[in-house]
C-alpha cells in the first residue's frame, strides 16, 4: 500500500473515533484536535500522492513555494480512494451532529444528494484536478476554493462539537451550517457545470 492510500485509510478511521468521543461528550479541546489532525491528513495523503515521502528537504522547497520536481506515478484508485476516505469523514460529521439533534436531517439528505450526483458526473470524465472551466476551476479546483472549504468545514465542526459538549450558542453554529452548505452547493455546482460542459 502506497503511503497516501495508508493516510487516506488513517483519516478514515480517525474519524470514527471523533463520533465516539463526541458521543460520550469528552473533552472538547481533544476531540477537536483530532477533527484537525484528520482534516490536515487530506492535505498530507494528497502530497504523498504527487511526490511519494515527506523530507526536510521537500519541506523547505514547500516553505519557498518551490514544490518538488520529481512525482511519482499515482495508483489508479488512489485518487477515487481520496474521494471516499473525504465523504466517510464529511458524512460521519454530518450524522453524528444530525444524531445528537443539533443538525436538521434535511440538511444531511442535501449534502447527500449534491455529492452523489457530483461525484458520479465527476467520477465519468476525470478528476477535479483536471477542470477546464474558468467558474469551475475558480469555485473548486483553486487552492482558494479548496482552502476555503476545508477551513469552513474544520470551524463549523469545531463549533458544533462545542454546542453539544460545552453548550455553546447554537445560532452561531446555524450560521456556520448555512455558510457551510452554500459552499458546498456551489461547488457541487462547479463540478455539475464541468462535468456538463465536457460532454
Given at each position: 500500500?502506497?503511503?497516501?492510500?495508508?493516510?487516506?485509510?488513517?483519516?478514515?478511521?480517525?474519524?470514527?473515533?471523533?463520533?465516539?468521543?463526541?458521543?460520550?461528550?469528552?473533552?472538547?479541546?481533544?476531540?477537536?484536535?483530532?477533527?484537525?489532525?484528520?482534516?490536515?491528513?487530506?492535505?498530507?495523503?494528497?502530497?504523498?500522492?504527487?511526490?511519494?515521502?515527506?523530507?526536510?528537504?521537500?519541506?523547505?522547497?514547500?516553505?519557498?513555494?518551490?514544490?518538488?520536481?520529481?512525482?511519482?506515478?499515482?495508483?489508479?484508485?488512489?485518487?477515487?480512494?481520496?474521494i471516499a476516505g473525504d465523504r466517510v469523514v464529511e458524512y460521519t460529521m454530518w450524522i453524528v451532529f444530525t444524531y445528537v439533534g443539533i443538525v436538521p436531517l434535511w440538511i444531511l439528505l442535501l449534502i447527500v444528494l449534491r455529492h452523489s450526483f457530483a461525484d458520479a458526473l465527476m467520477g465519468a470524465r476525470g478528476t477535479s484536478s483536471k477542470m477546464k472551466t474558468?467558474?469551475?476551476?475558480?469555485?473548486?479546483?483553486?487552492?482558494?476554493?479548496?482552502?476555503?472549504?476545508?477551513?469552513?468545514?474544520?470551524?463549523?465542526?469545531?463549533?458544533?462539537?462545542?454546542?453539544?459538549?460545552?453548550?455553546?450558542?447554537?445560532?452561531?453554529?446555524?450560521?456556520?451550517?448555512?455558510?457551510?452548505?452554500?459552499?458546498?452547493?456551489?461547488?457541487?455546482?462547479?463540478?455539475?457545470?464541468?462535468?456538463?460542459?465536457?460532454?
Amino acid at each position: 500500500m502506497k503511503p497516501a492510500d495508508a493516510v487516506v485509510l488513517l483519516r478514515t478511521l480517525m474519524i470514527f473515533l471523533v463520533v465516539y468521543l463526541i458521543l460520550i461528550k469528552f473533552d472538547p479541546i481533544a476531540t477537536i484536535a483530532l477533527i484537525a489532525i484528520s482534516l490536515a491528513l487530506d492535505a498530507v495523503d494528497g502530497y504523498l500522492a504527487k511526490y511519494g515521502r515527506v523530507s526536510i528537504e521537500t519541506i523547505k522547497l514547500y516553505a519557498r513555494h518551490q514544490p518538488p520536481k520529481k512525482k511519482i506515478k499515482p495508483t489508479a484508485y488512489g485518487a477515487r480512494l481520496d474521494i471516499a476516505g473525504d465523504r466517510v469523514v464529511e458524512y460521519t460529521m454530518w450524522i453524528v451532529f444530525t444524531y445528537v439533534g443539533i443538525v436538521p436531517l434535511w440538511i444531511l439528505l442535501l449534502i447527500v444528494l449534491r455529492h452523489s450526483f457530483a461525484d458520479a458526473l465527476m467520477g465519468a470524465r476525470g478528476t477535479s484536478s483536471k477542470m477546464k472551466t474558468r467558474f469551475a476551476r475558480a469555485v473548486y479546483a483553486s487552492n482558494i476554493g479548496r482552502g476555503g472549504i476545508n477551513v469552513l468545514k474544520a470551524v463549523t465542526y469545531w463549533y458544533l462539537v462545542l454546542v453539544y459538549v460545552s453548550g455553546y450558542p447554537i445560532i452561531i453554529g446555524y450560521a456556520l451550517v448555512g455558510a457551510l452548505v452554500a459552499y458546498i452547493m456551489l461547488r457541487g455546482a462547479a463540478e455539475i457545470y464541468e462535468s456538463m460542459k465536457s460532454y
